[in-house]
């Protein structure tokens, strides 16, 4: 008889998700932040180049013409038009999807916890995130690297100002493949390599990267100085990335212009050319809170919880989609 209509995870793994969630929800509701629900289906579509959406077609009942939407790859837009409206600090637990993630960390349907602090910067947010992890599980007190500490610490390399040969030579030292579908004119793609297969697994621990290079500001604020860098941080747990925050950029035009040099990085590198959220710009536009954000995936905290080697052992079904 076919047993592959079982669950993939054990059901007491099952039984210990639903007590990590239920904590979450109890952290977030003791410090009186709201808990919200927005749309999975959107008609527009993550514009990030290193992230692909999921299509969905739909047709009105009228018979009116197919309509493309998109799988959310973060609840993010959704939510910081509800910031916008005055929702004041909000989370969210939901599912978030994403084309071309599949492997032991990675599936293209996950679960993802996001949420959004008024006031807060993103040391602040770090402070709540360090909080979250105490509050849930027996973690030490995580420890905190700039971008730049990190990679002169490890490398002996400083990533604001490292020239766009030496870090290829980095790489080829390292002797790390770069594939052929990548623009190798960007810095970033040689800085993200490294960053991957060397610094992350020497990351022991609970660790907070923080003050990345402007260049991969994504939606974060950037401050200026000597260096400037944008105002986000990563975290990871025995260097496994666990969560991405932003010290929330607020202009409208600046974040239209970070879209659009998105879009024309997916032009160069082959990929869709997808709408970029005009609602979400407008949100902006009419005005959006001082505030910090993070989204961490659920399924992975699981897996490190129960000391698990594989995402399928901490979701209920794994179909290799």
């Known amino acids: 008889m076919q047993r592959d209509w079982q669950p993939t995870a054990p059901i007491n793994n099952l039984a210990k998700r639903a007590d990590i969630l239920s904590k979450i929800r109890s952290f977030f509701s003791e410090r009186g932040v709201l808990e919200v629900d927005t749309p999975v289906l959107s008609r527009a579509a993550t514009t990030d180049p290193f992230l692909h959406s999921i299509e969905a077609r739909t047709h009105a009942v009228d018979g009116a013409k197919e309509e493309t939407l998109y799988l959310q790859t973060s609840p993010e837009f959704a939510m910081k038009r509800l910031l916008a409206a005055g929702s004041g600090s909000i989370y969210q637990i939901c599912k978030s999807f994403r084309d071309g993630e599949l492997g032991r960390h990675h599936h293209p349907e996950f ?15 770090m402070d709540e995130m360090d909080d979250l992890l105490q509050f ?12 730049q500490a990190v990679f002169q610490k490890i490398l002996g390399i400083d990533p604001h100002t490292v020239s766009l ?16 579908a990548v623009d190798r004119t960007d810095q970033d793609v040689y800085l993200q390599l490294l960053m991957s297969e060397v610094i992350e ?20 604020q950037i401050r200026e100085g000597a260096p400037s860098v944008a105002e986000r941080f990563e975290v990871y747990i025995d260097g496994v990335e666990l969560a991405n925050g932003f010290h929330e950029l607020a202009d409208a035009n600046e974040q239209r212009k ?14 869709p050319i997808v709408p970029m959220d005009e609602l979400f710009l407008a949100s ?17 905290l699981v897996m490190i919880a129960l000391s698990e080697k594989h995402i399928e052992k901490v979701i209920s079904f794994w179909d290799r989609v």
């Open 111 to 125: 679960t993802m916890l996001e949420w959004y602090r008024l006031g807060f910067d993103h040391h602040a947010l």
């Open 136 to 147: 849930v599980l027996p973690f030490k007190r995580a420890r905190r690297f700039s971008y």
């Open 165 to 180: 040969e030496a870090l290829q030579q980095a790489v080829e030292a390292q002797q790390i493949s770069v594939s052929d």
């Open 201 to 220: 697994p020497q990351l022991t621990g609970v660790v907070f990267i923080y003050d990345y290079p402007v260049s991969q500001a994504a939606l974060s």
């Open 258 to 271: 970070r879209f659009e040099s998105d879009l024309e990085k997916r032009k160069q590198c082959g990929y």
């Open 284 to 300: 902006l536009a009419h005005g959006f809170p001082e505030c910090a954000g993070v989204a961490l995936g659920i399924d992975r």
